[in-house]
């Protein structure tokens, strides 16, 4: 890329990306400038624009362009209901479901020692606030926890659990288990003794 | 198990391309620094095993090469032979990587794809030196009982790593987060505790075998299991036992900034009628140990996975006398694949190996000398195959 700094620039931005790597970057690169009918304007003002409007909502930390946020200004949410999530598209993950009524809680990723993560990184004393000192039609009576199923969101979970317990709230797990449709010969061990210790009455 | 051929590319010295191997002795001779052992780490490295000569795996690439690359093309024992399975190393830009049929899989699969035993110049201070070797090797007995140890293994270690980080943090981490990484640090650490008993009980009785069989002048040999834990108990026990040591020494432990007690502390001691091997007996006599200890391996390996290992043994003739390695010979299981590396061709002279394949190993390049013919005698072959 000698003679083209821009562009070696523009390579480097897109290799930030997650999932992007430095193949994937020079093809999207190329794409954008070398193809004649791509508008690279509207992608310009698309991400300006998104990045102008959208910003964290003030009670639950997920993407929103009013604060606060849809679910968190919805009267008809449960709102002694309270999902902990890692990031906001796990809210929307969620959400996606339709079998959740309460309101969420993102953390902004979960405890890595190892990388320098700690409590103090993540949105906890906020949650801790939330539970503790309600704000009016909130009451949290039940927090669930619903970080993802590795070291991390498992520490995570435990840590929190340690902290709102002594508030008095019900604190639970989502439950881990087999995934739906498939054959209990394929599932590896630990997900099969993580399901057999989740096991519940029909 | 056996290997049909092994491929490299751009892997240390080794020239790029395919050599084909013996399915039973292969004897690999040249003059110091050809690749000799080069080619024994491209095996330890396609079976997920860590390099027995570095951490640092970039050194394993070609000067100038992209990526280091092995592959093997392995037979199941008494499979067809189109039952071929093909496992494969890829280092590049600072990643491992393993596959097995084209597919990535972790480490642990490739290990349990090619069961394999190496004997090493590293492995000679393995009976004296610090007993960070020892415990892997009892570690290694553990997973040829059960492959999972390596998960709980895991886990503890990540735990610990992040129990250290958050005490080197001095007196502002957070005590509940600290209590997360405790407990984790408990239920791996029972479970690690757990199959290391096991694994040492019959890695001894393994050991006191093969010691017998290589002719040692020493009775009563025990493996003796140091550790902060109990001696029994099921995981519960020893992870609660574990939690208890940890409430202990906790305000130790937050002045030193680090771990102190638990499994990673633990040490194997092999004694020879009460006494420490590595301090009583003369060092060819603890060598001697190392290579009953070596057998043992194989055992385990083979009652485990019920197919005879790969035994890739290094500079074999440079360390011990004559009588050990006919001895060692004869013991050598009926099966499995053994890849023996010598700078000297007339090692094997008189040493009762399995037919097999002599190799010249020059500048990389490794070209086929001749035969090596079976030279067992046919009682010795008796007392030592068939199920025992």
């Known amino acids: 890329m000698a003679g083209l700094p821009a562009f070696a620039r523009l390579v480097a931005a897109l290799e930030t990306l997650p999932g992007i790597g430095p193949k994937s970057a020079r093809r999207l690169a190329y794409h954008l400038l070398a193809a004649p009918e791509y508008d690279t304007a509207a992608l310009t003002t698309a991400l300006a624009e998104a990045r102008a409007r959208t910003r964290s909502c003030s009670v639950c930390h997920a993407l929103t362009e009013a604060d606060p946020c849809a679910i968190c200004s919805d009267p008809s949410r449960d709102g002694r209901l309270l999902a902990v999530v890692e990031d906001a598209a796990d809210a929307d993950v969620l959400e996606r479901t339709h079998e959740f009524r309460g309101r969420y809680h993102v953390l902004g990723g979960a405890l890595a020692p190892l990388r320098g993560i700690g409590p103090d990184d993540l949105n906890v004393t906020d949650l801790l606030a939330r539970v503790e000192s309600p704000a009016p039609g909130e009451g949290v009576e039940e927090v669930v926890l619903a970080t993802n199923p590795n070291v991390e969101g498992e520490s995570t979970a435990l840590y929190l659990a340690r902290r709102l317990k002594p508030l008095g709230v019900k604190v639970t797990r989502l439950a881990l288990g087999l995934p739906v449709g498939a054959a209990l010969e394929f599932a590896d061990e630990v997900t099969l003794s993580r399901s057999l210790a989740g096991r519940r009455e029909i | ?388």
């Open chain 2, 1 to 388: 198990m056996e290997i049909l051929t092994l491929s490299t590319d751009g892997f240390r010295n080794l020239a790029n391309g395919r050599v084909e191997l013996h399915p039973r002795v292969n004897l690999i001779v040249g003059d110091n620094g050809q690749g000799k052992t080069n080619l024994l780490e491209a095996l330890a490295l396609v079976s997920g095993r860590p390099s027995f000569r570095t951490h640092d795996l970039a050194e394993t690439r070609q000067h100038l090469a992209a990526r280091a690359v092995v592959s093997v093309r392995l037979r199941d024992e008494g499979g067809a032979p189109r039952n071929v399975t093909t496992l494969g190393f890829v280092h590049a830009s600072g990643a491992r990587e393993q596959y097995r049929d084209g597919k990535r899989v972790p480490r642990l699969t490739a290990a349990r794809s090619l069961p394999a035993v190496f004997l090493t110049a590293r492995d000679l201070s393995r009976l004296s030196g610090p007993p960070a070797e020892r415990r892997r090797a009892l570690d290694r007995a553990a997973l040829a009982r059960r492959p999972e140890h390596a998960r709980a293994l895991l886990a503890y270690e990540r735990a610990r790593a992040a129990k250290t980080r958050l005490l080197s943090l001095g007196a502002r981490f957070d005590a509940d987060e600290l209590a997360v990484y405790e407990a984790a640090l408990a239920e791996a650490g029972g479970l690690v505790a757990v199959a290391r008993r096991e694994a040492r009980a019959s890695l001894e009785r393994e050991i006191v075998r093969h010691a017998d069989d290589l002719g040692t002048p020493f009775r009563n040999i025990s493996l003796e299991l140091v550790s902060d834990l109990p001696a029994s108990g099921d995981a519960r026990e020893m992870g609660g036992a574990l939690e208890a040591l940890l409430r202990g020494r906790k305000s130790e432990e937050r002045r030193a900034q680090r771990c102190l007690v638990g499994p990673h502390r633990d040490d194997v001691l092999l004694r020879a009628d009460g006494v420490v091997v590595a301090s009583r007996a003369s060092s060819g006599e603890t060598r001697t140990f190392l290579l009953a200890w070596t057998l043992a391996e194989m055992s385990m390996l083979a009652g485990g996975e019920r197919r005879a290992p790969l035994l890739a043994f290094d500079d074999f003739d440079s360390e011990w006398d004559p009588r050990v390695l006919g001895a060692f010979a004869e013991a050598l299981p009926e099966e499995g694949q053994v890849c023996l590396t010598s700078a000297r061709p007339e090692a094997v002279r008189g040493l009762p190996l399995p037919a097999g394949s002599i190799y010249r190993m020059a500048a990389g390049r490794l070209a086929r000398e001749g035969i090596l013919g079976a030279g067992r005698s046919p009682e010795n072959r008796a007392a030592a195959g068939g199920p025992r």
